[in-house]
């Protein structure tokens, strides 16, 4: 794949990735990562210093107080109590949506501090490239005579993610949030939320603020200093009352509503809630991510690409843990797709062009060697140096003798079917001792073994070759022999030749002499020089001709040269 290629497909995947985040696409896996962040960053709450604290109407208040709806004079008598502990702001997380007896004596009790009432919402949502409109379809207020004692009414409503989990607070432009003037009354000074962005920054899983039930408060078994200055809200937390609703926790159960409220007013009291960085922000991050993953992966190995994949991922969520511990969402899911994508196109890349070049090189050794070892080199082409390496090698080349005086008396067609049979019996032989096949040469050949393969006896392997052949021939009625020459030396072993055309070849004074000797060699005879001979059993080294050794090729399948 060429660079220019490579550029085109990362700016495709880019404007993919880019299109899917801005539909949110991303959403559900991007919840997963910061339910993660919430509970790797839960920590157990200081009871001492919280602003906020609750009343629960839990199952022992129901049992003994009696079965819900309560008496409104009940209320009454808790507010009371509460006031008289000296809290500063309380809020009835209950819908008084109906007239009931007593309602002038809660009225009543409400103006003894600062009491806030909720309203609930029918809401709708509309989804589209990341954002959310709403549209409240309908309202549900408290009675007029309590709207008129109350400090304050905010809507109650959290609209969960499509996972259908809390994360967020819901702010309405003609709807007040009910946590928010509540933490607005307790630090008396405006507060400002975007729905979108501002997430509650939940403390830790279940209910970790300072709770009594309803029936200690009305029996009196608190201490006084329980309430002081604090925002104190009341609300259900039995799960027959229903109310029971999913946090980034919800893996510990079901939370009560009233628990999603203290976490909320808490998170606004103490100004530290967590903040999503805007989509533009995050595109950014995802062009700088992806245009410095591609150029660093551009020269790199796989093994390398693997390694700096794994730290750039490691990297991004070690990142957006530590922002989110400051209370900066960072998304994961774009950022970490701008390092994978690059890199995945490279290591295709890298992957596509080695097995290119593994056909290459199968291509190119099949022609000299026998397939399976060609399928070898190319699998393992560390094990070749193709730009020429020395290797010690048998060099073996074998030629017909008196072929050119028999080819005269012949039509060419006959003479080509002549050095056909025999080249096919030479290829046969050498290949299936794995000998390279180095090239034809009119009417003969260069066999060689020991490279690119090492071979452990490579003198004795060339005669085998030569018996092979010579069996091969005389089954066929062959009318020509051959003579041969064999030399063990050091030679240059590698790529020789033009851009145009290349061979694998082998050049040393251990070809030269196997050449040489092969052309002193009477029909029948293989010549063999003074390294060959070194490396053939003492039975073998009997006929001398100077330095050389002279075997009859048809008597050397009698012999022991194993």
Known sequence: MGWRKKILY????????????????????ENLFIDLSYRWNAKEKDLEKSPVVLVAIDSPSLEEIGSWPWQRNIHARGL????????????????????KEGDEILAEAMKLGPVFL?????????RRFYQETLYVRKSFEPIPALAHATEGIGHVNFLADQDGIIRRFTSLEDFPSWCKIL?????????????????INFIAPGNPFPTISYLDLLKGNYSPAFFQNRVVLIGSTDPTLGDQVMTPFSRHGFVPGVIINAHAVTTLIERNFITRLPPASILLIFVIITISSSISLSRMEYKRTIMLLILQIVAILILSQFLFNRGIILDR???????????????YDIIALGEQKQREMKKLFQRYLPAHLAQEIAANPQKVNLKGERKKVAVLFIDLRNFSNWSKQRTPEEAVKLLNIFFQGVTEASMARGGTLDKFLGDGALIVFGAPIPVQYPCQECLKVLVSVHKKLQELDFPLAFGAGIEVGEVVAGH????????YTFIGPAVDLASHLESMAKPGQVLLGPEAIEELPDDLKKVRYGDYLIL???????????
């Open 10 to 29: 990362n700016i495709l995947l880019f404007l993919l990735i880019s299109f899917l985040f801005l539909l949110g696409s991303f959403e559900n896996l």
């Open 80 to 99: 009371e109590k509460i006031f008289a502990a000296g809290a500063k702001v309380v809020g009835l997380d209950l819908l008084f949506l109906e007239k």
């Open 118 to 126: 909720p309203l609930a919402l029918d809401i709708s949502i509309i």
């Open 183 to 199: 933490a607005e009354a307790y630090t008396h000074q405006p507060i400002t939320i975007d729905n979108e962005r501002t997430y």
């Open 333 to 347: 899911i774009p950022l970490l797709l701008g390092v994978v994508f690059p890199g995945a196109v490279h290591l």
């Open 496 to 503: 020789i030749g033009s851009e145009k055309r290349m061979e």
């Open 552 to 562: 009859n090729i048809e008597n050397l399948g009698g012999l022991d040269y194993e």
